[in-house]
């Protein structure tokens, strides 16, 4: 049974600092890695997709990585803002039969962003 | 506006009493899903449909129901809720296949009493 992981589950860390938020999963034979935000009161954005046959994807300040044979990618969030602040979760779509689009989630990190 | 919407995005109600939890998409998505969220547990699956007419569990599909006669609206139904349903709801869509990403609605915050 597919299973993942966040560390750490809450991150507190002064603005314009650089962090790295973890995930991890069991089983290496996923489709696809998303990596969402969650603000409160609001639902999931997606920020980035990386296929299993991709290493990372970019998008601004943000950069996902993704390592299938070790069970684990990275965000990176480079000069943190406070506007940063939020939850962010983790979700691999797993491969097997007809539900690709499956989702399993991470419990998430809350990120606190100092000003 | 691309988007996913709920509704009701709040609700209170008590045990036993019917509701329905409208989903509603505009991308003309295949794909679309029911989750709850539940502090430690994370978002749970409860059903997912295909396209029209094609449904299937998920995870957690107790309590629940849904249908999917049109491709933009996919309703979940709790026939008669109990306290233990208290969640938050997320609907989401997509499209069919690996490369897609999925987009999720702003959730609904259920209080059974």
């Known amino acids: 049974k597919q299973e993942v992981t966040q560390i750490p589950a809450a991150l507190s860390v002064p603005e314009g600092e650089n962090l790295v938020l973890n995930c991890s999963f069991t089983?290496?034979?996923?489709?696809?890695l998303q990596w969402f935000r969650q603000d409160p009161g609001k639902g999931l954005t997606s920020l980035l997709l990386?296929?299993?046959?991709?290493r990372e994807q970019t998008s601004g300040r943000l950069n996902a990585s993704l390592d299938k044979s070790s069970g684990r990618s990275t965000l990176y969030i480079a000069a943190s803002q406070p506007g940063d602040s939020a939850t962010y979760l983790c979700a691999v779509s797993l491969n097997y039969g007809g539900a690709t689009n499956k989702l399993i989630f991470g419990t998430g990190t809350l990120l606190a962003v100092q000003p | 506006e691309a988007q996913v919407t709920q509704n009701p995005r709040y609700l209170i109600t008590v045990t036993g009493k019917k509701l329905t939890v409208t989903c509603s998409q505009n991308?003309?998505?295949?794909?679309m899903s029911w989750y709850r969220q539940d502090p430690g547990l994370g978002l749970r699956q409860i059903y997912y449909?295909?396209?029209?007419?094609?449904?299937d569990k998920g995870d957690v599909p107790e309590g629940y129901k849904v249908s999917r006669k049109e491709k933009r609206n996919f309703p979940l139904i709790l026939e008669s809720p109990s306290p233990n349903q208290t969640s938050l709801y997320f609907c989401?869509?997509?499209?069919?296949?690996?490369?897609?990403?999925?987009?999720f609605g702003p959730g609904t915050r259920l209080t059974v009493l």
């Open positions: 990386i296929q299993s046959s991709q």
């Open positions: 449909s295909m396209n029209v007419e094609v449904t």
């Open positions: 089983d290496s034979a996923i489709y696809n």
């Open positions: 989401a869509s997509g499209r069919l296949g690996t490369v897609y990403e999925q987009f």
């Open positions: 991308m003309n998505h295949e794909y």
